[in-house]
């Protein structure tokens, strides 16, 4: 397909666009821009800043993507925003570049679905084929691993780290790290188990959910202290790639603490 440029958009002197890319009507491109093959926006989009949009990704009406963060220590430095491949933005998306203070990169992993109201903010890192239900939202430098869901009006604070499979209910207010495979919910959000409809989804055998199952049951046990437990976790399943996975996380460097089974979240 040729390119289709309508006669109201307006494209800066500048921006890269491939051969068979959509603008459509009302759309503004900044001089920094480009638009991988098949990149499609639907009408009204506004794309600016240096911001990367990778190919067969979709924009639908009133997304605004790379404008200035909302963050008072941004002072103008040359910062980016990708988006990978096959993603869907919905309306009134909103997405931040970086800054100096995170890296200078926004990245939205390949075929992410944001839906409609959904903002990311500035030095957020999205793996693969996460979605943002209606409104979610993302404080800056949050990070989010592959195939994580955050649900609609859920709200994620700065620093926050989701893990792979992670699934965040709707209106929950996430302060803390959610581990992989974990299902969290509530104000303050709360770890209620694991994604079990998730994992079935995504193929991991009965034998690998049970071993999941029952190493989160002993990672959140109050006996002991946290380094004995995972110590003990990592002793009783050394060849489980999602026990390790679970594992390292926590292990991981964090500013934010760990979210915690709550009074009723104890099961998995």
């Known amino acids: 397909m040729a390119r289709m440029v309508h006669p109201s958009a307006v494209v800066a002197d500048g921006a890269v666009l491939a051969e068979d890319v959509f603008v459509g ?12 093959a098949g990149v499609r926006l639907e009408s009204h989009v506004c794309i600016t800043g240096r911001t990367e949009i990778a190919a067969r990704t979709r924009v639908y009406p009133f997304a605004s993507l790379g ?18 491949e096959g993603c869907v933005i919905r309306e009134h998306v909103t997405v931040n570049p970086g800054t100096r203070g995170g890296g200078m990169l926004t990245e939205i992993g390949p075929r992410c679905l944001l839906m409609a109201g959904a903002h990311v903010a500035h030095d957020c890192r999205l793996g693969e084929d996460v979605i943002l239900v209606n409104q979610a939202t993302l404080g800056g430098h949050v ?11 859920a709200a994620l604070h700065q620093f926050v780290r989701v893990g792979r499979h992670a699934m965040i209910g709707g209106l929950s207010g996430v302060e803390q790290d959610v581990i992989p495979f974990g299902a969290v919910q509530g104000n303050r959000a709360c770890l209620t188990g694991l994604n079990l409809v998730g994992l079935r989804r995504h193929g991991f055998s009965r034998q690998a959910i049970r071993d999941l199952q029952e190493a989160y049951r002993r990672l959140f046990l109050p006996q002991a202290t946290l380094q004995e437990r995972l110590d003990e976790v990592m002793a ?3 060849d489980s790639a999602p026990v390790r996975e679970l594992v390292d ?15 009723d979240g104890a099961g998995a």
């Open 236 to 238: 009783r399943w050394p």
């Open 67 to 84: 404008h200035v963060p909302q963050d008072r220590k941004y002072a103008g430095e040359p910062s980016r925003l990708v988006i990978g």
């Open 25 to 36: 009507p009302f759309c503004v491109v900044g001089a920094e821009v480009t638009l991988g």
């Open 143 to 153: 990070s989010i691993g592959d195939h994580a869901i955050v649900g609609g009006l």
């Open 249 to 263: 996380f926590v292990r991981g460097v964090s500013s934010r603490g760990l979210c915690q089974p709550g009074r």
